[in-house]
């Protein structure tokens, strides 16, 4: 079974840095992409930003420029470094792994973690 575990939320005062990472553990032979999502109270799951196998990155227009993510592939692990912080990067973060493959699933799956959260107050 796979598992996503995030790490490295908090409060924070606009302005300052955090940086969130992601293990996925388990029975992995390989992970396509990985990224970040986030949803604030009252508003939809939004991508904030991703990274393929490849290193190929995507940035929601919101956060470009301030955050950067990046991957660990012999860890399984994907990070974001988030800088310049702003009020309205409050939320939860959710980790996604996408096309994960593993030796007992005939088709790759996606798989997300439970979440932690990011505050910033102003």
């Known amino acids: 079974q796979v598992q996503l575990v995030e790490s490295g939320g908090g409060l924070v005062q606009a302005g300052g840095s955090l940086r969130l990472s992601c293990a996925a553990s388990?029975?992995?032979?390989?992970?396509?992409?990985m990224g970040w999502y986030r949803q604030a109270p009252g508003k939809q799951l939004e991508l904030v930003a991703s990274?393929?196998?490849?290193?190929?990155?995507n940035y929601a227009d919101s956060v470009q420029g301030r955050f950067t993510i990046s991957r660990d592939n012999a860890k399984n692990t994907v990070y974001v470094q988030m800088n310049s912080l702003k009020p309205e990067d409050t939320a939860v973060y959710y980790c996604?792994?996408?096309?994960?493959?593993?030796?007992?699933?005939?088709?790759?799956?996606?798989?997300w973690g439970q979440g932690t959260q990011v505050t910033v107050s102003s």
């Open positions: 990274i393929t196998s490849d290193a190929s990155t």
């Open positions: 996604n792994a996408q096309g994960v493959v593993t030796p007992t699933v005939l088709y790759p799956k996606p798989y």
């Open positions: 388990g029975s992995i032979v390989s992970i396509k992409a």
